[in-house]
């Protein structure tokens, strides 16, 4: 480790004195991570407000010898963002510029520690809108969204961060400067760095901007609530309204631990006056009121036990809350393990059917709740009511899932929480490929050490 006395000045001389933060009570809230469940300490948190100086950062610490840990909003759930090993964290909330917004063509550059509600506020100021939404709209940074290639509730009809991008800038361990920007639609001119960084979870670059193409306002929306069956039934409506409506935006399902929490936590009204064993809630938009056409599909639909509508904006946000509060919920309960996957749409229902009993068969104690989006297979697994370090029923949920075909990861990445079971996912021949990566691209490995693949 490198002593603060020799890196501290430097960084000062970089950024100034007021950004490099190194009182204890400061640097807390970067040192855990949004589940509270990874934790770590930091000589110091380097704050860059612009892309040179995040290079003379890095190529400061690679002199040094001193691992780095990027950071965003902080609001990643598999330890990947804070320092485990007294690493200095760099912080690119700074870098909150939008800039060259062509209103022409749907594309805009944005800094890395832009906040995706700030970039969807400029968007809608030009007649336009981004294809990816999260709950935690108003802390997650774009940067930290690129680097793990976040998901969210429109993956159905736009894909993730991935299929976002047009461009990257992003700083080597070397200090040196990638810059594809503004992007091109088409540019077949060599190997393809921006998708390589993305989900990369800052251990090949970090990255200070990128380039997006936006998606047209779907002005008119509307909202179902739907009580169904099970969730076969679920996937079975969800099937029917893609092929009936090319509006269809998201396909959010959730359960009755899941409802019951956010009733209790938000003190919201149950939707409907008897409780079920599924809830499927769909959104559609467009260009006109899409409400009629959702219904009429619904009608035919079969396994829905109830339902409810809306098409107004405080209507719509009522519905969403039975959905969006549940991580809330669930965090007010205690530190929950939080078990992000994917599966196969053919297997989704049996697993579902399965990982609750799964979890009991290693912890009867522990209590899961599940949520997820149901028109891209992935559900979030969230077990409360055990030790932090008790991996016992995360390996069990794993394991299912790898076994039924899914990944261990759909859209929070890896981190440090997952690495344990890349294997199961990740052949040899895979890990190998990465790692070769990792050692190309950061040969003196300073960047997020640990993360993704081991460290040596």
């Avoid at 059917?353 to 992935?378: K, M, Q, T």
């Amino acid at each position: 480790m490198v002593p603060p006395d020799t890196l501290l000045p430097r960084l000062v001389a970089i950024v100034g004195e007021r950004h490099v933060l190194t009182d204890p009570d400061v640097r807390a809230g970067y040192e855990t991570d949004w589940t509270r469940r990874y934790q770590g300490s930091t000589p110091a948190v380097v704050r860059p407000a612009s892309t040179p100086e995040v290079a003379a950062v890095i190529e400061l610490c690679r002199e040094l010898g001193a691992a780095i840990v990027p950071q965003g909003g902080n609001t990643g759930l598999v330890g990947g963002g804070v320092p485990r090993n007294r690493e200095l964290v760099l912080s690119l909330r700074r870098l909150d510029t939008i800039s060259d917004l062509d209103a022409t063509s749907g594309e805009v550059t944005a800094g890395a520690g832009v906040t995706l509600s700030a970039l969807q506020e400029a968007a809608l100021a030009h007649g336009w809108n981004f294809g990816v939404d999260l709950a935690s709209r108003d802390s997650a940074t774009i940067g930290g969204m690129v680097a793990t290639n976040a998901g969210g509730i429109r993956v159905l009809r736009y894909g993730g961060m991935r299929h976002q991008l047009l461009g990257i800038e992003a700083i080597l361990s070397s200090g040196a400067i990638v810059r594809r920007l503004p992007g091109l639609l088409k540019d077949n001119s060599g190997y393809d760095l921006t998708q390589l960084l993305a989900g990369s979870e800052g251990t090949l670059a970090v990255i200070t901007a990128v380039r997006l193409k936006l998606i047209p306002q779907q002005p008119q929306r509307a909202v179902a609530l739907l009580a169904v069956d099970d969730i076969a039934a679920a996937l079975r409506v969800v099937s029917a309204v893609r092929r009936a409506l090319s509006s269809l935006e998201a396909a959010e399902v959730f359960f009755p631990e899941g409802l019951e929490l956010v009733c209790r936590h938000a003190g919201l009204a149950p939707p409907f006056s008897a409780g079920h064993p599924c809830y499927l809630l769909l959104e559609c938009a467009g260009q006109a009121d899409e409400s009629a056409n959702l219904a009429d599909v619904l009608a035919s639909a079969t396994g829905i036990r109830d339902s409810a509508m809306a098409a107004d904006r405080p209507g719509r946000e009522r519905l969403w809350a039975y959905r969006e509060r549940h991580t809330e919920a669930i965090s007010a309960e205690g530190i929950p393990h939080k078990l992000d996957v994917t599966l196969p749409m053919a297997r989704l229902a049996e697993f579902e059917s399965r990982v609750r009993g799964a979890i009991a068969a290693v912890e009867p104690s522990a209590r899961p709740v599940l949520f997820g989006h149901a028109g891209d297979g992935n559900l979030h697994v969230n077990i409360l009511g055990l030790d932090p370090g008790d991996e016992r029923p995360d390996d069990a949920v794993l394991r299912l899932v790898a076994g039924l075909g899914g990944s261990i990861s759909a859209e929070h990445g890896i981190g440090i929480a997952k690495m344990p079971w890349l294997h199961l996912t990740r052949s040899a021949a895979d890990r190998e490929a990465m790692r070769a990566i990792k050692s190309a691209l950061d040969p003196s490995g300073i960047l997020n050490p640990g993360v993704v693949i081991p460290s040596g």
